[in-house]
C-alpha cells in the first residue's frame, strides 16, 4: 500500500465548540477533590510518629531557609536500592 504524499486531507472536520467545558476561570485553580469515607478514616487513624514529624518539620524549616543540603551519593544508592526491590537487578 502507498499513500501519495500530493492528497492532503483533514483527519476530522474541525467544528466550532458548542459547550463550555468550565465555568471557571485560571484564576480559580484546579478542581477540589474530596475523599471518600475510607480515605478520610484511613489518614486519621495513623497519624505520623513525633519523631518523624520532628524530622519532617526540621526538614521543612531548612527547605526554607535555603541550607537543606542532599547528600547526592546518598540519594544514588537508595534509588538503585528502591528498583532492585521493585524488579531486581537487570
Same mark, same amino acid.
Given at each position: 500500500? *502507498?499513500?501519495?504524499? =500530493?492528497?492532503?486531507?483533514?483527519?476530522? +472536520?474541525? &467544528?466550532? $465548540? =458548542? =459547550?463550555?467545558? =468550565?465555568? *471557571?476561570?485560571?484564576?480559580?485553580?484546579?478542581?477540589? @477533590? &474530596?475523599?471518600?469515607?475510607?480515605?478520610?478514616?484511613?489518614?486519621?487513624?495513623?497519624?505520623?510518629?513525633?519523631? /518523624?514529624?520532628?524530622?519532617?518539620? $526540621? /526538614?521543612?524549616?531548612?527547605?526554607?531557609?535555603? +541550607?537543606? +543540603? @542532599?547528600?547526592?551519593?546518598?540519594?544514588?544508592? *537508595?534509588?538503585?536500592?528502591?528498583?532492585?526491590? *521493585?524488579?531486581?537487578? $537487570?
Amino acid at each position: 500500500m *502507498r499513500i501519495d504524499p =500530493t492528497t492532503i486531507v483533514p483527519i476530522s +472536520e474541525g &467544528r466550532p $465548540r =458548542t =459547550t463550555v467545558a =468550565t465555568n *471557571r476561570t485560571p484564576a480559580e485553580g484546579a478542581s477540589v @477533590v &474530596r475523599l471518600g469515607e475510607e480515605a478520610t478514616a484511613a489518614a486519621a487513624a495513623s497519624p505520623l510518629e513525633p519523631e /518523624v514529624a520532628a524530622r519532617i518539620s $526540621r /526538614v521543612r524549616e531548612l527547605l526554607a531557609a535555603g +541550607e537543606y +543540603e @542532599v547528600d547526592l551519593d546518598q540519594l544514588a544508592e *537508595r534509588i538503585l536500592d528502591d528498583d532492585v526491590a *521493585r524488579g531486581g537487578e $537487570r
